[in-house]
């Protein structure tokens, strides 16, 4: 209770950046933490869950479908998918001497997914009672209408 109360007041005492693309990185890092917290016991990252997460979606794909479908840079991806291939959560199914990888998701990854899909949710019900459900869908339109900014 003290460090929730000591993080209020911390808070307060902040100011804003004048600048808006500090105060998103900022608020980006902030909820980049909460998630991985959250998804720690299932020793997956936010990053790594959610490339369980389409994955599971999409079924088996080419890193540049995954790239696509979650408007991330195809090096991003391949970062991440490292630390998942080399833990057994997904693996390459392509033809030998294919040049493309086929991205499949191993048992153990649809194991290790559901398990931390549970851990996803509870910081979800944490981040939509902590905002309510209006500045959540305040929040979320005016982010859809941020990165469509950069297109």
């Known amino acids: 209770m003290a460090t929730t109360r000591k993080n209020k007041q911390s808070s307060l005492e902040r100011s804003a950046s004048v600048c808006t693309c500090i105060n998103l990185r900022r608020s980006s ?4 933490g ?3 917290r959250y998804l720690a016991p299932s020793g997956l990252n936010i990053s790594q869950f959610s490339l369980l997460k389409h994955l599971t979606a999409l079924g088996p794909a080419s890193v540049s479908e995954l790239a696509l479908e979650m ?5 991003t991806i391949v970062r991440n998918l490292k630390a998942l291939e080399h833990s057994g959560y997904v693996e390459d199914t392509s ?6 990888r086929c991205l499949t998701l191993t048992e153990s ?3 290790t997914y559901n398990d931390a899909a ?3 949710e509870e910081a ?3 981040l939509q009672e902590s905002l309510g459900n209006g500045e959540l869908q305040i929040l979320t339109a005016l982010l859809s209408k941020i990165e469509d900014l950069g297109l």
């Open 29 to 32: 890092m902030a909820v980049t």
């Open 34 to 36: 909460l998630y991985d």
């Open 71 to 75: 408007r991330l840079d195809r090096t």
């Open 95 to 100: 033809a030998e001497g294919s040049r493309n």
């Open 109 to 111: 990854g649809r194991t």
């Open 118 to 120: 549970e851990l996803w």
């Open 124 to 126: 979800q019900r944490f």
